[in-house]
């Protein structure tokens, strides 16, 4: 998830700021290397002046490889994307939460959620249901697709590392987002069944196989008394036409969603998929 | 020329078809994406060709001209694979003697030539079921609108 935002806009306005000042040092460094300080007008300069002028000229390769080497750590910074579009993002969930969760208001935001999930081909990082400390993207492969929650309406539950399998065989797609992936179709489902600590197992084993979630993922979720939703929605969003990820309303409450949840924010998904453009 | 956009309506296109799975209700809608915007019908300038144009939200991409059968052009997205823009020729519908032509008559030729495009394989460009869905949904609604815009 885009957390630390403060910190992000403060690293990516260094890096801005780093990439001008190296790329003006390189070229300045270029010129002095063209400079004789033996020959006129060279030579009538202070005493200091050609010190320092000699001392660059020595150490300029060095100094070549360092201002590199900067540039280069300020544009992979720089390539995390512009934090703005991640605050307007943000704005957009959050929005698009109390719009289509405003019967609900009165109730806490992290129950009725909206969810921005990327896909990645590869993911290292995050950590599947199935996954071990050694090996946390579980029994498949790094490589297979994943829907990797970027971004969470809300201040609360942004701690997630639910992610989802996305592969290239559809029937293997995880979850409602990755139902919604696979068929790049909306995909709404009501009144899920109630699963809870010491509940039936029937329900768990139901819940999962209508979510195409993994049993094993609706067990972590039971046994930690966290609470599962009892409605889901899920969306596609497209960058430039291409398919980018999903996005993903889920509420503990039973008809929390709808279709219309879906239908009545087309504008504002398609405003999601605007932004990301600007997005890494 | 035709600068009229007929609005399209998300909720008269978009209808879910609902399913149920170990009792729970399960909707499937067309990504609304794939729902065109606004359409419109023109014919071309030298009137020897009827254009059909569909606009989207989700913003601008590459587009790839497509020739197809019976003198159909097809504008697809290089990305998506959604339809943009379907040209008919007028020799399309050449009957012995005139080219007396109705509106209702070139919706269902191309509704029926869309529907021929989505079944063909391309090994490049993807086509984009929804989308051709979703179409074939607007041109129905079009059909049973006598005041449509059309110039």
Redo the contacts between chains.
């Keep these: 998830m885009r957390n630390n935002i403060t910190l992000r806009r403060w690293l990516y306005r260094l890096s801005t700021i780093t990439i001008g000042v190296a790329a003006t040092s390189a070229t300045m460094l270029g010129l002095v290397n063209e400079v004789h300080s033996t020959e006129e007008p060279y030579s009538t300069w202070p005493i200091t002046a050609l010190t320092v002028l000699d001392a660059l000229q020595r150490y300029s390769l060095p100094l070549f490889i360092f201002l590199a080497i900067v540039i280069a750590i300020a544009a992979v910074i720089r390539s995390f994307g512009d934090p703005w579009v991640w605050e307007k993002l943000q704005f957009i969930l959050d929005e698009y939460q109390a719009k289509a969760f405003h019967q609900r208001c009165n109730e806490p935001n992290h129950h009725h959620r909206v969810t921005l999930f990327r896909y990645k081909k590869v993911c290292f990082r995050s950590r599947h249901c199935t996954g071990t400390l050694l090996k946390p993207w579980g029994k498949h492969s790094p490589f297979s697709g994943w829907l990797v929650p970027a971004l969470r309406s809300g201040h609360t539950s942004q701690h997630t590392k639910a992610i989802f399998l996305a592969p290239d065989n559809g029937d293997e797609a995880e979850g409602v987002a990755g139902q919604a992936w696979t068929s790049k179709s909306a995909v709404v489902l009501n009144d899920l069944p109630r699963v809870r600590k010491g509940g039936l197992v029937r329900d768990v084993r139901d819940y999962a196989k209508v979510t195409q979630c993994p049993i094993k993922m609706v067990q972590q979720y039971v046994t930690s008394d966290r609470k599962l939703p009892l409605s889901i929605a899920a969306t596609p969003v497209e960058v430039n036409g291409k398919l980018w990820g999903v996005v993903v309303l889920d509420s503990r409450a039973a008809d929390g969603v709808s279709d219309e949840s879906v239908l009545n924010y087309q504008l504002t998904v398609a405003l999601i998929g605007q932004l990301l453009e600007k997005a890494a | 020329m035709n600068d009229t956009w007929n609005e399209v309506s998300?909720?008269e296109i978009?209808r879910?078809k609902s399913s149920s799975?170990?009792?729970?209700?399960?909707?499937?809608?067309?990504?609304?994406?794939?729902?065109p915007?606004a359409s419109r019908i023109d014919v071309g300038d030298d009137a020897s060709e009827f254009i059909i144009e569909f606009k989207y939200?989700?913003?601008?991409?590459p587009k790839l001209t497509i020739p197809h059968e019976d003198g159909v052009t097809f504008s697809i997205?290089?990305?998506?694979g959604?339809i943009y823009k379907v040209t008919l020729t007028k020799s399309h519908f050449r009957t012995s003697d005139s080219y007396k032509i109705d509106l209702s008559e070139v919706l269902r030729v191309a509704k029926s030539e869309i529907s021929e495009y989505g079944q063909t394989p391309r090994r490049r460009m993807p086509v984009?079921?929804?989308n051709i869905a979703a179409i074939q949904n607007v041109l129905n609604g079009q059909m049973t609108q006598p005041n449509y815009s059309f110039c």
């Design positions: 998300q909720k978009n879910p799975k170990q009792g729970v209700k399960v909707k499937i809608l067309i990504s609304p994406l794939d729902v915007s939200l989700s913003g601008t991409e997205g290089k990305n998506s959604k984009r079921i929804g």
